[in-house]
């Protein structure tokens, strides 16, 4: 059975408060571990999370802001440290290369060659590596270079078992019909695939931080069956969050409901809010979005619904 769940490291914002360390978010996505925006601390919450660096296969970093990145060389360090075998691609905009470079070889250290870079830009970049899972990136709207990230398994068929086992084909046949697109039954007749099946949609998971309001946050989320998204502020600061080019709570409410998501986390959260407002965070957000709303906590374990019935 595959295991899609998000691990979450971290969930301030700029600041980390007593209960909300900076970002680190952690997908398991069957044999995928992509590891969003290490900030501070990331190496001791993936402890504290039962996760090592063996389960990294991939790292995204969607800005140079220090609550997104400053982890990083702790993490890589950790992956030379292990001796990870399996390659690490690493995803971050090219616009700030210098700064990959600077955290990179943050100190000396015994290096280590299986970390990829895979620097993002222009208005689509798509980030090759898996033959199973299409990573696209796109440019949000935010103060210096960043983008979000979207993970799509490719479209696959459902198949019509009943009308299938009508026409006798059962067990290793059905197998043989997926794989050629046609089996004949036992008095001769072609059964085709397209006959008895019907298309599966792949999954999608979305993670969208740092930005204002814009296009490619919806383009992102398209359909997401999860998504991560900022929410830096509540509606009574809109117009911090319109100067500081964030997101409030009923913002990305709306970005959820205008791409369709199933799923939607909440994160990001400024420090000047405390316990008695996250309430207010699920709440504003609701009243945009009819679907499932959790406000991220650190260390909570997130679930990618399951298929669509």
Request: aromatic letters at 6%; one cysteine or more; glycine letters at 10%.
């Amino acid at each position: 059975m595959s295991m899609r769940e998000l691990t979450v490291l971290g969930t301030a914002s700029a600041v980390p408060t007593k209960r909300r360390g900076h970002n680190g978010y952690f997908l398991r996505w069957d044999s995928h571990g992509v590891l969003f925006d290490p900030g501070e601390g990331t190496q001791r919450q993936m402890r504290h999370a039962g996760l090592a660096a063996h389960d990294i296969t991939r790292i995204c970093v969607t800005h140079f802001h220090g609550d997104h990145s400053l982890g990083l060389p702790g993490v890589v360090q950790r992956i030379a440290r292990d001796r990870v075998a399996h390659p690490v691609r690493a995803a971050y905009p090219a616009a700030g290369e210098r700064y990959w470079r600077r955290l990179r070889h943050a100190t000396p250290f015994h290096d280590t060659d299986v970390v990829e870079p895979q620097p993002v830009s222009g208005d689509r970049a798509l980030l090759g590596g898996e033959a199973d899972l299409t990573v696209t990136a796109l440019p949000l709207a935010h103060s210096v270079p960043t983008y979000g990230y979207r993970l799509a398994e490719p479209d696959g068929v459902r198949i019509l078992a009943g009308p299938l086992a009508e026409r006798g084909i059962t067990g290793p046949l059905v197998g043989r019909l997926k794989a050629d697109g046609f089996v004949l039954d036992a008095r001769g007749r072609r059964v085709e695939l397209a006959d008895h099946s019907e298309a599966r949609p792949g999954q999608v998971f979305a993670f969208v931080m740092d930005t204002g309001m814009c296009e490619n946050a919806v383009r992102l989320a398209l359909g997401a069956d999860l998504l991560v998204i900022e929410s830096t502020y509540l509606e009574a600061d809109a117009a911090l969050a319109e100067q500081n080019l964030h997101l409030t709570a009923a913002q990305a409410g709306r970005i959820a409901e205008e791409a369709g998501v199933r799923r939607l986390v909440l994160t990001h959260l400024s420090e000047r809010y405390g316990d008695e407002d996250d309430p207010l965070f699920v709440e504003q957000a609701a009243a945009h979005f009819g679907g499932d709303v959790v406000l991220a906590a650190d260390l909570d374990r997130v679930a990618v619904p399951p298929r669509r019935a």
